[in-house]
């Protein structure tokens, strides 16, 4: 089971990339194969956003590392779960021209990633 750490901030209220780290690696039991972390601020500029994943490594255990990214950028996805039929739906995704860059059941099932 993996661990994941989200936060909005709005206004003046900010944090940093250490405290993001932090936190998000006090659930390191939770996900000891890995971890990632992105902080930043929405387009209009008014809040920001930290996300913090602990991975389990059990599908694509070497290219499923999250946050995800869309291929514009434009959407960020951190997912604790398995989809147990991602084959047979990233069959039906690349029929409708989707490109995958990874082998993660989280990039096969999201439309947009």
């Known amino acids: ?3 994941i750490l989200a936060w909005i901030l709005a206004g003046p209220r900010r944090q940093n ?3 993001l780290v932090r936190l998000t690696d006090l659930m390191s039991h939770r996900g000891p194969d890995g971890a ?3 902080l930043g601020d929405t387009a209009d500029g008014l809040h920001q956003i930290g996300l913090g994943h ?3 490594s059990i599908i694509d255990i070497q290219g499923g590392a999250q946050p995800m990214w869309s291929s514009d950028r434009s959407i960020a996805l951190t997912f604790n ?3 147990y039929n991602f084959i047979e739906l990233r069959e039906e995704l690349k ?3 989707h490109i995958f860059h990874t082998s993660s059941d989280t990039e096969g099932t999201n439309r947009s990633l």
């Open 95 to 97: 029929k409708l021209g």
């Open 1 to 3: 089971m993996c661990g």
């Open 36 to 38: 990632g972390y992105w």
């Open 17 to 19: 990339r250490e405290v």
């Open 54 to 56: 602990r991975r389990l």
């Open 81 to 83: 779960g398995e989809i």
